[in-house]
Structures are given as C-alpha cells and as structure tokens.
C-alpha cells in the first residue's frame, strides 16, 4: 500500500539553526499538511498545501516557518532560527481529495537544544 | 472553537477484556468524525470515520457511532488483544471545510496477557 515517508526520522539541532523536515506525500494525493505534537500535547495543524500555494495555516505557523514543494515529489518544512518550544514530533499528511482521508507519514522528531 | 475531548490515558486492560475511549467534540455543524491509531515507533493511521449522524465507523473489530443528541463519538472494540495496544487519536474535521483535524490529546491503551 502506497505510504508517505518521511526523512529523518530523528533530527537534533541547536537553537537558531535552520532545518528543513522532509517528505514525499503519495503520488497521486494532491493535498498536503504538516501537523505537530509537542510531547504530551495535542497533535496541532500547522498548514495545508495545494496547488503549489498554502490553502490554510494555523496561528503557529508564523514567518519562522515555511512550506515548499521542490519538484514532483518532495514536501518540504523549513524551520528558520529554531526555538526550544519547536521541539516536536513533526507529521506530514496528504489526502487524494479536499475531502478524503489524511494519509500520515511515521513522523520526524525534531530535538533543539 | 472547534475542539475534540477524550478520555485520559493510559487505559490498562487484560486480553479480551472491552474496550471503550470517550470521545466529545463540539458541536459547531456536523463534522465528520475520525479515529485515528498510532502504534509505537509508527504515523497515524486511520482506524475509522463516521460522516453524518448515526453513521457507524468500524474497522478491525473497533467501532464507533456519531451521537448528534450527545456530541459523542466513543470507539468500543468487544475483546481486545495485546496487538491494540497503541495510542489512540479522536479527530473532528475544522467547520468552514477544507481538509483540516482537529485532534484529542490521544488515549494510551496498554493491553496485557
């Protein structure tokens, strides 16, 4: 069954470093989100993609973050001048449809120190 | 606001023993409903949906009805096995459309021998 994937699946960095979390969404899935939880917390939305352009972000997604879909596959999540709040486990989803089902990735977790 | 209310975990069970998680959501319109599973070291997976009131989700011996009268969506299984040990996520799709989950905090379900 076709899945999304995501890399890596375990990221540390310093704070104020950049990174960028990764993932290839199913082929034909057209719409695209990143969700986080913060350990213990609920599992947040953070933005929705579609047709190269954000169609929704929460609150949380402010200018430290951005979205991006480099070519025909990648899903990427740039995280500028990173925080110790932004340690989370980091979900990426993608849905064939507006309506259908999100499919999620296992998860990148992202430690700042 | 849209929010998703379930019950705290961890839930500890012996093997065949009957399983229910409470799930609430408010009631902003009919949302679709959703339960979401995560097995340890692994993504969210959709377990089941309900789209409209009354409507019965069910899937690997898990079940779980739309309660319009009690704003509730409570996922039951009759016999659980050490395999359904996991954490379990109630999701509400965000009124005003588009693809946007609401989550609960998740419930551990801890199943033992």
């Known amino acids: 069954e076709p899945e999304v994937t995501q890399t890596p699946s375990h990221q540390v960095t310093q704070m104020g470093q950049e990174v960028i979390l990764r993932c290839v969404p199913i082929?034909?899935?057209?719409?695209f989100y990143w969700y986080r939880q913060i350990l213990g917390q609920k599992v947040e939305f953070l933005v929705s993609f579609y047709n190269n352009e954000i169609s929704e972000k929460s609150e949380i997604f402010d200018d430290q973050f951005s979205v991006e879909r480099p070519d025909g596959s990648n899903f990427t999540l740039k995280i500028r001048s990173t925080k110790l709040e932004d340690s989370a486990m980091y979900f990426c989803a993608s849905s064939e449809g507006r309506h259908s089902p999100l499919h999620f990735g296992n998860g990148t977790r992202l430690t700042v120190t | 606001g849209d929010s998703v209310t379930q019950m705290e975990g961890p839930v500890t069970l012996s093997e065949e023993a009957f399983l229910t998680i409470n799930c609430t959501y408010t009631?902003?319109?009919?949302?679709?409903l959703f339960w979401y599973v995560q097995y340890p070291g692994e993504g969210l997976q959709l377990l089941l949906k309900?789209?409209?009131?009354?409507d019965k989700g069910s899937n690997k011996g898990f079940e779980a009805t739309y309660r319009k009268e009690t704003t509730s969506f409570h996922l039951e299984k009759g016999s659980v096995q050490v395999s359904d040990s996991a954490v379990y996520f109630c999701a509400r799709l965000h009124t005003g459309g588009g693809n946007k989950l609401t989550f609960g905090t998740g419930t551990q379900l801890k199943v033992e021998l």
């Open positions: 309900a789209t409209k009131a009354d």
């Open positions: 082929s034909n899935h057209l719409y």
């Open positions: 009631a902003t319109g009919y949302p679709s």
